[in-house]
């Protein structure tokens, strides 16, 4: 063979070898190098992972079935780009922006915008969520390239009605304070994925069959709060920030026999349906003042002072002292709010008169050791534990605590200065003292109905028997001569019943306000039967700075129509005449 031929010919044989190897290479690279990559890759074409229907919220109910948290269809308007041409966006931009109220050169921007490696978007959310009718509208106008999606939403057919208490949900569905904050897990609906193979658009191909598990709806919650109670409740708190020119409130009612929460209501409050809108405010007023706002409580904390020194043994009722108008503890002068001395008086009588003096000579008759062992019993620095988000543990300095204890605190905190409390903490103690001595867990979740109708029931939890029978009842008898004798604003006709006011200054730094005050009253009846306990809390009253004028007045109130309301019968008992008339001048904590 000639030489030029056998050149051709090992070139091309060379070519061909070349040609195979870099063949071979590639087949070494995709097959063995790139196997894991590629099966994986394959896989991802052959399988999707396909979110099925989410199932709704679990809904939130009064103890008598009444809606109070529900749930209502909604739509997701969505685009997808890529599959739309330039006539289709100026279309679709021209046709939604009316029915959207949305700008169209905004939709236009949202439908030819890009990602961050500059290719068009393959979706975009246009609006979202949008109201039923709506999305039915857009739905029927058929365009292409937009996808209307139902979605589940949150609503509150009450309005503001026990707004704290419920808390409100997000967009996604989450839930933030209050019960659907506490519950957001067991509200939540079961989110189910089904995994199999789809064709090239996508859809599941059913090849096979195979046990499907349906999404479950979220968790069903009835609570112990009674609507028509809540109602009275938030229009008498509403009547006494306006009548009193208080800056807010707080009025909780409760079963002292269970603990049970009937109502509680604060104000400033808002519409968990429009949440959003009240982000303006500063600060937002979404936290439950009930349960996540401590303060000096004042007077009212003399029911646990006094009930301590009962129940030690150390003094009994007619057990005498002599009030000089002021006592010396840990260095400090305390003075009753009159500046006066008040001569020879009896324990009862530190409450009747709510003289701080007696408070502070009680707690130091028994020292620190009885008296802060009480004080903790009653719940008094920690949480109740109440199944409503975000509640705080309150603030209760002990001996151990050398930066913030003082000996002086001894004497002080007896009358509730130089402690704090929630409204529901306060409640709860002075609860105990209702329900013979037992303190019981607060709750306000009656039961929770699952996806399968199953029903779990609440229990009351004990917590400590705080105080013996015995000194519960004596306890009782003088709270009902402080109304009788003492706070005749808070009496009801018919009815026997208990009960403290509290008067406290507001700290501030470097000591305490001298304008305002925080007034509270805690009473409960019927005597000697307790089934209904309120506590009625106003900031800074303008009208008057003591509880008795404010307080206890809205107590009268709505006491006098819960007791109607909820078919307690009156007794035959009438009402002890006399009294010290106002009794505004003892009560406040100076």
């Known amino acids: 063979m000639a030489e030029g031929p056998r050149r051709r010919l090992r070139l091309l044989i060379t070519l061909l070898i070349g040609l195979v190897l870099v063949i071979v290479a590639q087949l070494v690279q995709v097959q063995i190098v790139g196997h894991r990559f590629y099966e994986e890759w394959g ?93 039915e509208q857009v739905a029927a106008l058929r365009l292409r390239g937009i996808t209307v999606r139902p979605l589940w939403a949150r609503v509150y057919p009450e309005g503001t009605l026990a707004s704290h208490a419920l808390g409100f949900c997000t967009v996604e569905i989450t839930g933030f304070y209050g019960v659907e904050g506490f519950y957001d897990a067991l509200l939540r609906p079961e989110r189910v994925e089904w995994e199999g193979p789809v064709d090239s658009a996508s859809e599941p191909i059913p090849w096979r069959a195979a046990p499907v598990a349906l999404p479950q709806r979220g968790t069903e919650l009835v609570l112990t709060l009674d609507r028509t109670v809540q109602a009275l409740v938030e229009e008498e708190l509403a009547r006494s920030v306006q009548e009193y020119q208080a800056e807010g409130g707080t009025i909780i009612v409760m079963d002292p026999r269970t603990f049970e929460i009937l109502a509680v209501a604060s104000l400033p409050n808002y519409d968990p349906g429009r949440y959003v809108e009240f982000f303006d405010q500063n600060p937002p007023p979404f936290e439950d003042p009930a349960v996540s706002q401590q303060y000096e409580p004042g007077s009212v904390f003399k029911v646990l002072t006094v009930a301590a020194a009962l129940d030690a043994g150390l003094v009994t009722p007619e057990t005498t002292y002599y009030d000089q108008g002021w006592i010396e503890v840990g260095g400090q002068v305390i003075e009753n709010a009159s500046h006066q001395p008040y001569g020879q008086r009896t324990v009862a009588d530190i409450l009747i008169e709510s003289l701080n003096v007696g408070a502070a000579w009680l707690s130091t008759q028994m020292g620190p050791d009885t008296f802060y062992r009480y004080v903790q019993a009653f719940g008094i620095g920690r949480p109740t534990g109440v199944d409503l988000a975000g509640e705080v543990s309150g603030q209760l300095w002990l001996p151990g605590d050398y930066e913030h204890w003082h000996p002086s605190n001894l004497g002080t905190n007896a009358f509730g200065q130089g402690l704090a409390v929630t409204p529901l903490q306060m409640i709860a103690a002075v609860a105990a003292v209702a329900n013979d001595g037992a303190l019981l867990r607060p709750h306000i979740v009656a039961r929770r109905i699952g996806p399968g109708g199953e029903v779990s029931i609440s229990q009351p939890v004990i917590e400590a028997q705080v105080i013996s029978l015995q000194t519960a009842r004596t306890l009782t008898e003088i709270m009902v001569r402080v109304v009788e004798e003492g706070v005749h604003q808070a009496r009801v006709e018919g009815y026997r019943v208990a009960g403290k006011t509290g008067t406290a200054q507001i700290p501030i730094p470097g000591g305490y306000d001298k304008e305002g005050t925080i007034t509270t009253f805690v009473g409960f009846g019927p005597v000697p039967d307790p089934q209904l306990i309120i506590l009625v809390k106003l900031d800074r009253p303008k009208t008057s700075p003591w509880a008795s004028e404010t307080a206890a007045r809205a107590f009268q109130r709505l006491a006098t129509r819960l007791f109607v309301v909820l078919g307690i019968p009156p007794e035959s008992v009438p009402l002890h005449a006399g009294g010290t008339g106002e009794g505004t001048v003892a009560e406040a904590t100076r």
């Open 43 to 135: 896989r991802e074409q052959r399988e999707r992972t396909i979110v099925m229907a989410e199932p709704p919220r679990g809904v939130i109910r009064d103890r008598n079935g009444h809606l109070l948290a529900g749930n209502a269809v909604m739509y997701s308007i969505e685009a997808a780009p890529s599959f739309m041409s330039d006539e289709d966006k100026e279309a679709a931009a021209a046709k939604l922006g009316s029915l959207l109220h949305v700008p169209v050169a905004h939709i236009e921007q949202l439908l030819n915008s890009r990602d961050e490696n500059g290719q068009e978007r393959k979706w975009v959310q246009v609006a979202s969520p949008v109201s039923k009718e709506v999305g």
